[in-house]
């Protein structure tokens, strides 16, 4: 386990020049930062969305942009409709 005190006191010393680097490392491991997922658990996954691929591959783009364009205005509308209690 890293002891953060440690950490923050080293960081606190490091020149300006390498608190840059630092603070581009950080960024870029931030960006490539993969969640990992066992393998059973994306065939389960698979799985169940397999009838949403199956319904979609048979839309055209204007219906799917129609049925995101529903969804979209229900989560408002709930959002909304929490927001006002």
């Known amino acids: ?25 950080i960024h870029q491991r931030r960006l490539t930062t993969v969640w ?12 169940l969305m397999r009838p949403t691929h199956e319904l979609t591959a048979q839309m055209d783009e204007q219906e799917i942009n129609a049925v995101l364009d529903e969804a979209l205005a229900e989560v408002r509308r709930e959002r909304k409709t929490q927001n006002s209690h």
């Open 36 to 47: 990992s997922v066992p393998a059973e658990e994306i065939k389960a996954i698979e799985e």
């Open 1 to 25: 386990m890293v002891d953060m005190q440690r950490l923050y006191e080293l960081i606190d010393e490091l020149p300006r020049q390498e608190l840059e680097q630092l603070d581009r490392y």
